[in-house]
């Protein structure tokens, strides 16, 4: 049996509306640490998105290599295998590459080609059971940009991107080159993309595949596979089939992962076929939501920040998120430095809000049909725009403010 902790998108470096997460990544890392000791796993998948950048700190490579070296330490014999995803620069990351081949890490960046072919020696990496059971055999396979791809003909008249279609070809090519060498023998896959089907985290996770289709499909993986195991996507998931994988980021990213059970797959292969555990990890610092659903007045945010009754004495770095939830009836051009100012008497850290305004009046939710710009007075134009960003009409201060403004203007052009 192989037994393999499946990883990925941890996002060394990343800050969040500028507050550092270092502290957070050291805590989810030892957290890893920690379950790989304990339940002795053979090997650890890092699938892309190490880093956050393409330029990462010396503190993020710093963090990076300790938990590898600690790694090795508790477990000498594992292997360890990262890909660079979209996030990572490709070249830094594989510039060591012989040096961590003594800890047992293999760093896969870019695609390598030898005498035109795919090479194998680079990405194929062999799992020597310990029980005696198959040999679990990884095609290590990083993020596809454009100079990994297979020509591209744009010219062909077959139906969907001619870039989807070339991503299809190298891996129906990568795939077919590593069952000529293995035959039959257990074979997991990584792809650091997204697949159709799988749940994105709005705003965290960028559109990576280009040529007019962002997500491809699941067949691209064939069923005879153990096992796939995908990055891109911070949601821990399964897509098209339960062997089909994303492991999902160590923790929140973004406001709109905080729900999410953030963990890792623990992914055991045998003769008889693989299982999988999804196994969260401890949360290192708290995010929440105020309210939990639906908005609230600006003037109760002062006592729902009160009401979480965090102790005052906690550090910055261990201070809980909160994202703002507020109802406006009316403009509130100074909100955010009114939400800033009475988050700042508390031992949080506000990471942005969210506003909830009341619906439009039916005339103008439901605009008259597109004229000629001619035909519409600027003082209704105003009032749309209005509408269109406060969800209220405007009040006689705001159309009294815009006729200033409109007959300065005409007296300047005239």
Known sequence: MIRLLHTADWHLGQSLMGWSREVEHETALAALLDLAEARAIDALLVVGDVFDTQNPSEKAEALFFRTLVELRRRLPHVAVIVLAGNHDPAGRIEAPRPLLAELGVHVVGRVRRRDGRFDLDRHLIR??????????????????????????????????SPVARAVAAFHEEAIAAARA????????????????????????ERRILVGGE?????????????????????????????????????FPLSATERDYDHGVGLVEIDATGTRIEHV?????????????????ALSEFDAALAALGVDPTTPLERRPFVQAAIR?????????????????????????????????????????????????????LFARAFAEAHGLAPDARHCDAFADLLETVRHTEG
């Open 127 to 160: 799992l020597a059971a310990r029980d005696g059971g198959p040999d679990v055999h990884v095609l290590a396979l990083p993020y596809l940009g454009p100079a990994s791809l297979p020509p591209i003909d744009r010219r062909a008249e077959e139906p969907g």
């Open 328 to 380: 406006l009836d009316a403009p509130a051009p100074g909100l955010k430095a009114d939400l800033d100012r009475i988050a700042s008497a508390h031992p949080v850290r506000l990471v942005g809000h969210v506003v909830e305004r009341p619906a439009l009046p039916d005339a103008v939710a439901e605009p008259p049909p597109v004229l000629d710009l001619a035909d519409i007075a600027p003082e209704e």
């Open 280 to 296: 969260s990890l401890p949360r290192p610092v708290e995010f929440r939501r105020l309210p939990a659903r639906g908005a609230m």
């Open 181 to 204: 060498r293995i035959g039959d023998a257990p074979l997991v896959v990584t792809g650091h993309l997204a697949v159709a089907g799988g749940l994105e985290s709005e705003g965290a």
């Open 214 to 250: 962002h997500a491809l499909p699941p067949e691209l993986f064939p069923a005879d596979l153990a096992y796939v195991a995908l990055g891109h996507l911070h949601r821990p998931q399964a897509v098209g089939r339960p062997t089909v994988r994303y492991s999902g980021s160590l």
